[in-house]
């Protein structure tokens, strides 16, 4: 199934990549019914469809590494390691929030588990990756930054002026770039100039790759290319993942520019079905137990819910606390 | 004491604060081999190497982005945007950004980032290289806003804004670049926040930052011998403002004039005198006056920008006015 060949995953570590692709689906379709419910207020981007760009992305990041993500980052954080029961409490506006329910669903931050911010500017996160990389650079540690944003945002001055800066001072960045085919409502061959959106990594001295970005281990591959790279002081990679969203730029939006078969041509190749196939497959796990790791992500996201209806809003006085931290 | 020019004291305070804490970085266009581009860095390079003192390609919105991710990621970087006018091309990383970490994380985290820029009104420098953009970084909550007008505070407010855990931008007048003052050997913080009564006066105040300080105290000693006792205010800091030190003199001498090189209308003038007025209108005794440039660019012809500017007699005919003096 896999373009690329990738090295040999352990068991374990193949169910890990599946459990995680479970949750950011399961998590992004219960967010989007609780929407259609009026618990979650408007300002939903849902993954669906992209699920394996954040699994095979962060997986092949450790713990140490950084992240910044977009208005689309449920799953990012989510493959990052961030807590379910915070960013729910967080996208219903909770005390408890992963932002104490001042950010909401485009602003997740958690620096413990190296989710330096989602972002509600489309490229905002680009320059800031740029400066956190230069940053573990001063510092002499060897992490590595990837930073998500889509086909859309690489249009950005940002994303010009971040390539060129990273690839100049060889910081360890990963540019991320899920090309899911449409900025907001636009197509891509409306948007951009070129359809391989890695051809301008040349342009920059970096190298650039185009991966089938539904294919879990395809990215998982390509990410352990980049940070490799990154690592050992080799600089930047810009890595694009060809994928598709499922649901439409925001929940709510009608999608009326989305070509008649598209989405079903997609549908085809949603990412869990094609890893499913592979880990039921041939030369997969034989009977791997998903649909015990389905209940347990079930069992994961209804203790999320109820961990956020129950927690507290924030009291009246957070409207104006923290707008700057004490020394 | 010894006499300190003002983009001296820059440069010390750079070399300080960099010497003091390895995370304390600089990085920006001509900030590390050309030694900064009117020498506000110069030696620093050598004395830091080149990493901690960076030249960057002409990229300010990646600049000014770079200052937030380092700082999120363990530094207390110090970015420069060479000219106040080419924060516009910043603007996203400053205003929904920076400004924005620690509201919008609900303080869990924390962004210690001072940008360092400098105004070039005054100096025929021409519309796009002259402006007074002040006012709009005081409009956005989770910023601070200083503007030294002596070298003693040219080096006590950037050593404060590097170890503030907040967003500060540093504005420095070029056309007080060579300014010289007797200064002490000693470490100096000036506070962030904090006015200061450069002049003690009961007839009128006079508030003014930056530039406009040294021609306020002209103003004021000009009106000395006509007996016009004037109290001149150095804000220093324009954001958060020091509401305690304007109130104070105005409850002291009910008359108020706002000197700034920034167009008049929505200055930040215009903030102090609706502050005075929410807060204190029974203790004025006539209009307050702001004494500022014209609605208009700056134009580059020195015969123009002569006019464009108040000078010492415009803030001396304010004082003059509220006093009911011709």
């Not at chain 1, 940002?158 to 001072?169: F, I, P, Q, T």
Request: aromatic share 6%; net charge negative; charged share 20%.
């Amino acid at each position: 199934m896999s373009a690329i060949a990738p090295a040999p995953l352990s068991r374990e570590r193949l169910l890990e990549l599946y459990r995680v692709m479970a949750t950011i689906r399961r998590f992004e379709e219960v967010a989007c019914q609780l929407l259609v419910d009026g618990k979650i207020t408007a300002g939903l981007h849902a993954s669906i469809g992209q699920e394996a760009v954040a699994t095979g992305v962060c997986g092949g990041l450790e713990l140490r590494d950084l992240i910044l993500s977009n208005h689309r980052g449920h799953g990012h954080c989510i493959a990052k390691g961030v807590d379910l029961r915070a960013m729910m409490a967080e996208l219903m506006g909770k005390a408890s929030g992963t932002n104490r329910g001042r950010g909401g669903s485009m602003h997740i931050a958690d620096s413990a588990q190296g989710i330096l911010g989602a972002n509600g500017i489309v490229g905002g996160g680009i320059p800031i990756a740029v400066g956190a990389a230069y940053a573990c650079r001063v510092r002499q540690s060897d992490q590595v930054v990837a930073c998500f944003f889509g086909d859309g945002a690489a249009n950005e001055g940002v994303c010009h002026e971040g390539m060129n800066l990273a690839s100049l001072w060889k910081l360890p960045v990963l540019f991320v770039c899920e090309h899911n085919q449409y900025a907001e409502h636009t197509p891509q061959n409306v948007h951009a100039a070129v359809p391989d959106l890695a051809v301008r990594a040349a342009g920059y001295a970096m190298p650039g790759v185009t991966v089938d970005g539904n294919d879990v281990l395809a990215v998982l591959s390509a990410v352990g290319t980049a940070v490799k790279l990154a690592r050992s002081g080799g600089g930047p990679t810009f890595l694009e993942f060809k994928t598709y969203r499922i649901r439409g730029h925001f929940e709510g939006d009608p999608q009326r520019y989305k070509p008649a078969g598209e989405q079903d041509r997609w549908k085809e190749r949603d990412p869990l079905k094609l890893f499913t196939e592979y880990l039921t497959g041939p030369g997969g796990l034989g009977q791997p137990p998903l649909e015990a790791i389905k209940q347990d992500v079930e069992n994961a996201i209804r203790e999320a819910v109820a961990f956020a209806e129950a927690a507290p809003l924030p009291a009246l006085d957070e409207v104006t606390a923290n707008v700057y931290a004490e020394s | 004491m010894r006499e300190l020019k003002y983009w001296k004291a820059v440069n010390e305070a750079l070399s300080e604060e960099m010497a003091r804490d390895e995370r304390v970085t600089l990085v920006g266009e001509d900030v590390a081999a050309p030694g900064g581009p009117f020498g506000a860095s110069r030696g620093l390079l050598d004395k830091f190497g080149p990493w901690r003192v960076k030249d960057t390609p002409i990229s300010e919105a990646v600049i000014a982005g770079l200052g937030v991710g380092a700082a999120l990621a363990g530094l207390r970087p110090v970015v420069e945007i060479m000219f106040f006018d080419f924060m516009g091309l910043a603007m996203d990383q400053v205003v929904n950004q920076a400004a924005k970490v620690s509201y919008m994380s609900g303080g869990r985290q924390r962004l210690p980032l001072t940008i360092r820029t400098i105004c070039g009104a005054g100096r025929n420098n021409g519309p796009q290289h002259s402006q007074n953009l002040e006012a709009w970084f005081c409009h956005v909550p989770g910023l601070k806003v200083v503007w030294p007008s002596t070298p003693a505070d040219a080096k006590g407010l950037l050593k404060s804004a590097i170890r503030d855990d907040n967003p500060v931008i540093v504005i420095d007048s070029l056309s007080l670049w060579t300014s010289t003052e007797s200064v002490s050997e000693e470490e100096v913080l000036t506070p962030i926040g904090k006015a200061v009564v450069r002049r003690s006066g009961a007839d009128a105040t006079v508030v003014a930052v930056g530039a406009m300080v040294p021609r306020a105290l002209a103003a004021a000693t000009q009106l000395a011998t006509e007996g016009i006792d004037t109290e001149v205010i150095d804000l220093r800091t324009l954001s958060p403002l020091d509401r305690e030190t304007i109130l104070t003199s105005v409850a002291k001498t009910h008359r108020l004039v706002i000197a700034h090189d920034a167009v008049k209308p929505f200055g930040f003038g215009a903030e102090i005198a609706a502050m005075v007025a929410e807060e204190a209108l029974e203790e004025l005794d006539a209009r307050i006056r702001r004494v500022a440039a014209p609605w208009a660019p700056v134009p580059f012809s020195p015969a123009l920008e002569g006019a464009y500017y108040a000078q010492a007699p415009e803030i001396q005919a304010a004082v003059r006015a509220v006093l009911d003096r011709k």
